[in-house]
T-cell receptor, first 110, second 112 residues
Framework: EDQVTQSPEALRLQEGESSSLNCSYTVSGLRGLFWYRQDPGKGPEFLFTLYSAGEEKEKERLKATLTKKESFLHITAPKPEDSATYLCAVHYNQGGKLIFGQGTELSVKP | DTGVSQDPRHKITKRGQNVTFRCDPISEHNRLYWYRQTLGQGPEFLTYFQNEAQLEKSRLLSDRFSAERPKGSFSTLEIQRTEQGDSAMYLC??????????FGPGTRLTVT
């Protein structure tokens, strides 16, 4: 069964404490892996797309990487405003649907 | 604002009533998607349009759900005879011919 699993479910960091979020997937024929940020009560905000193993993308304190079975979202020296739920999703067929993981809720304390 | 918009933002309804939600995509985007999200979970795909054609529907989209995109621009999602299990955030997203989807703010449905 096609599946996307994120870990940990929740992560609490002190400001400046770097860490990584994991997204593992079991789909055949990956066409793209996406990272989104979601604030409470709002829709997901697009962050990155990764298409092939070895690819990396960066934006401010965030860096996303992709292997054949998983993706990591590295957060360097996080700030309280980075607190949000981070969602991973995969696109694998000709159609448009994305399969999402359950998300990692990140909390960064000052 | 040129992002995806959804209306209403919140809807409270009684069980058994019908509700309709509207989504206006980013203007040049030809693909439009509906997802449903419950607390603590990621969004789940419901259906997808390319222009006015509905190309894919999830098993989650029971007979009580219907979606339309009559002129290939805005879309509506109707739920008939609502049930308490329909309470969720309903998200709309749009994209060009690439799979990067941009989401709206969502419609929060509460069925009492």
């Amino acid at each position: 069964e096609d599946q996307v699993t994120q870990s940990p479910e929740a992560l609490r960091l002190q400001e400046g404490e770097s860490s990584s979020l994991n997204c593992s997937y079991t789909v055949s024929g990956l066409r793209g892996l996406f990272w989104y940020r979601q604030d409470p009560g709002k829709g997901p905000e697009f962050l990155f797309t990764l298409y092939s193993a070895g690819e990396e993308k960066e934006k401010e304190r965030l860096k996303a990487t992709l292997t054949k079975k998983e993706s990591f979202l590295h957060i360097t020296a996080p700030k309280p405003e980075d607190s949000a739920t981070y969602l991973c999703a995969v696109h694998y067929n000709q159609g448009g649907k994305l399969i999402f993981g359950q998300g990692t809720e990140l909390s960064v304390k000052p | 604002d040129t992002g995806v918009s959804q209306d209403p933002r919140h809807k409270i309804t009684k069980r058994g009533q019908n509700v309709t939600f509207r989504c206006d995509p980013i203007s040049e985007h030809n693909r439009l998607y509906w997802y449903r999200q419950t607390l603590g979970q990621g969004p789940e795909f419901l259906t997808y349009f390319q222009n006015e054609a509905q190309l894919e529907k999830s098993r989650l989209l029971s007979d009580r759900f219907s979606a339309e995109r009559p002129k290939g621009s805005f879309s509506t999602l109707e739920i008939q005879r609502t049930e308490q299990g329909d309470s969720a955030m309903y998200l709309c997203a749009s994209s060009l011919s690439v799979p990067e989807q941009y989401f709206g703010p969502g419609t929060r449905l509460t069925v009492t």
